[in-house]
């Protein structure tokens, strides 16, 4: 008698101009030419020329590529789609460029809009080829309702924190600080995840951290390290994100945050760096009285690398290849808006470049390779990111007939540097489309998008009362272009 999986629908791609597919030996993906692709249900049983076994439906591979899944290691998607034309020009010329302390608790766009920003954020990632998302966000009411009409597979990532930030003069940041609130925000977080990782579609898992370097202690950083490997889960911490950051790190503890997080037990395979720029290193800074880069190296801990949302500022990683060429293992996130993968790989590519004055600096291969593999090992899922029989069947099919894909001599570079999102055709998670055409298949966003409108909208009437010196949000973050009646 055949069992359910025997009887799960088999789909093959015959025949394919191009497959990124997954060479096991080499640890790394391959091109394949003129070759098939087949899953069964939600797994992948063959990747490679000449499928021979059954195939209930059959797909022509002619003019198409596919590509693994791209994993979004870090992002915040409950509110940044809300904040589009409000900080892409917009940083604290006296708190090292970031937007951090000055400008994000002023264009918070409130709690009950996080669905509907994260279902925009989600729109935005299918159509770039996203299959899993991970957000990192304190934990909400019905958090994977946010996500399961969508189709994506996500990572629920609850943070917690003991307090907020502020600054009250444009020139310096305080910290509110409730050690006991943060406590239970910890507990809180863990409890959430739990529940999350028994979701029986198998496309939700719940993990925890602690949301900044500089706004948890040392307990509780240890406390979540503790319980995330009692899990075997890794733990995602804000470090190293910018230089208020670095220098209060080093007022509280004579460490950087590199070396402080070493010297607490908090470094190592278990922890993942959201962001990890500023190295004592790093252009920016004169330090030379530590050695993060070789600490980190030899830990073992990862970083979560988002490119587009930094450069805005002008600040950039010192580099993608640096860091990996070292061993140090570098996923890709989108942080900010647009929710574009693409965006992201191009733009890491180019910063690395600029930063360290190479053509080398960044690569087209460890781009791809952080946003995918390496992406997926991170968050413990290596049944993701590649192409390969016994993985999980999150692709995208890439139309190489779109104009700018071709010639295709190497089309992955055409797809990162020329034609980005315009190419993505179809796009499966767990073995079910969810885009075809272009066009995201399982919801719509017109609500969702008039409902960020309205928040937006709340955002600029009471700008005054949140900013430190009371200004509106066209003093704030002036138009490219003047009004003509105003």
């Keep these: 008698m055949e069992n359910a999986k025997d009887q799960q629908q088999i789909t093959v ?3 394919c101009d191009w497959i990124l597919a997954w060479d096991a030996a080499q640890g790394s993906h391959v091109y394949m030419q003129g070759a098939d692709f087949a899953f069964r249900g939600n797994e992948i049983v063959h990747v490679g020329p000449n499928y021979a076994g059954h195939a209930d439906t059959e797909v022509s591979g002619k003019g198409r590529m596919l590509i693994p899944g791209f994993v979004d290691i870090h992002s ?19 708190l090292g460029q970031s937007s951090l302390y000055e400008f994000m608790p002023v264009f918070d766009i409130g709690p009950e809009y996080a669905r509907h920003a994260a279902r925009v954020a989600t729109y935005e990632l299918l159509r770039s080829g996203v299959t899993t998302i991970c ?7 019905d958090w994977v309702g946010d996500y399961e009409p969508t189709g994506i597979r996500a990572v629920l990532w609850g943070m917690f924190r003991s307090g907020p930030w502020k600054t009250r003069n444009g020139h310096s ?35 925890f951290g602690p949301a900044q370097i500089d706004t948890c202690s040392e307990g509780q ?59 004592n290193d790093h ?16 830990s073992g801990a990862q970083v979560a690398h988002c490119p587009v949302v930094f450069a805005r500022r002008g600040i950039a990683l010192n580099s993608l290849t640096r860091y990996t060429n070292a061993g140090i293992r570098c996923g890709i996130g989108t942080d900010s808006f647009p929710h574009n993968m693409l965006d992201e790989l191009r733009m890491a590519c180019y910063a690395g470049r600029i930063v360290t004055g190479s053509f080398t600096g960044s690569t087209t291969h ?58 993505i055709k179809d796009v499966y998670v767990d073995g079910r489309q969810v885009v075809g055409d272009g066009e995201v298949l399982h919801f719509d966003i017109s609500e969702d998008i008039e409902m960020l409108r309205k928040g937006q909208a709340e955002v600029i009437a009471k700008a005054p009362q949140r900013d430190w010196a009371s200004r509106r949000l066209d003093q704030l973050s002036p138009r490219a272009f003047r009004l003509a009646n105003g």
Excluded at 135 to 141: I, S
Excluded at 177 to 205: E, M, N, Q, W, Y
Excluded at 283 to 298: C, Q
Excluded at 366 to 390: N, Q
């Design 366 to 423: 460890d781009a791809v390779m952080s946003a995918t593999a390496i992406g997926a090992d991170i968050i413990r899922r290596p049944d993701l990111g590649r192409l390969a029989p016994a993985c999980k069947a999150d692709f995208s099919v890439v139309d190489m007939t779109n104009p700018y894909m071709q010639p295709d001599y190497e089309p992955i570079r055409s797809l990162v540097y020329s034609a980005n999102d315009r190419a």
């Design 221 to 279: 950083i240890r406390d979540s390290l503790d319980a995330a490997r009692e899990r075997n889960q890794p733990i995602q911490i804000h470090a190293a994100q910018s230089m208020i950051e670095f220098q209060e790190i080093v007022r509280r503890y004579g460490e950087t945050p590199i070396g402080w997080l070493n010297k607490i037990g908090a470094l190592g395979p278990g922890t993942v760096i959201g962001h990890c720029i500023f190295l």
């Design 13 to 15: 791609f015959r025949n």
């Design 283 to 298: 252009p920016w800074l004169h330090w030379p009285h530590a050695n993060d880069f070789e600490m980190l190296r030899d």
């Design 76 to 94: 915040h998607p409950g509110h940044e789609p809300g904040w589009k034309g409000m900080l892409e020009e917009l940083g604290s010329p006296k």
């Design 173 to 207: 940041v305080e910290y509110d600080l409730d050690f006991a609130l943060g406590d239970k925000r910890l507990r809180d977080a863990i409890d959430v995840a739990d529940t999350v990782s028994k979701h029986p579609s198998g496309l939700f898992t719940g993990y």
């Design 135 to 141: 957000d990192l966000a304190a934990p909400r009411p």
